[in-house]
């Protein structure tokens, strides 16, 4: 959650974070693995009401950077 963000922001802080992440190199029973993130990116909008509806939208969001090939950022 990023309050007072606006979602071109957000997204880019959310592809620092994928970029972080990509840099981690994770050793598994002494081999390295590579770990990669997907992340979704939505704005809340008061007319909305419910958070939920926020939620919804990001997860629909990550999915979509998922389905594109992951380690991605969608907004």
Same mark, same amino acid.
């Given at each position: 959650?990023?309050?007072?963000?606006?979602?071109?922001?957000? +997204?880019?802080?959310?592809?620092?974070?994928?970029?972080?992440?990509? !840099?981690?190199?994770?050793? $598994?029973?002494?081999?390295?693995? %590579?770990?990669?993130?997907?992340?979704?990116?939505?704005?809340?909008? +008061?007319?909305?009401?419910?958070?939920?509806?926020?939620?919804?939208? !990001?997860?629909?969001?990550? $999915?979509?950077?998922?389905?594109? %090939?992951?380690?991605?950022?969608?907004?």
């Amino acid at each position: 959650m990023l309050p007072e963000t606006n979602i071109p922001n957000a +997204a880019l802080i959310a592809d620092r974070i994928r970029t972080a992440v990509e !840099a981690c190199v994770v050793t $598994y029973r002494d081999n390295p693995v %590579g770990v990669t993130v997907s992340i979704g990116c939505a704005e809340y909008h +008061a007319s909305e009401g419910e958070q939920s509806h926020l939620l919804d939208r !990001a997860d629909a969001k990550m $999915y979509e950077a998922k389905e594109s %090939g992951r380690n991605a950022v969608r907004w």
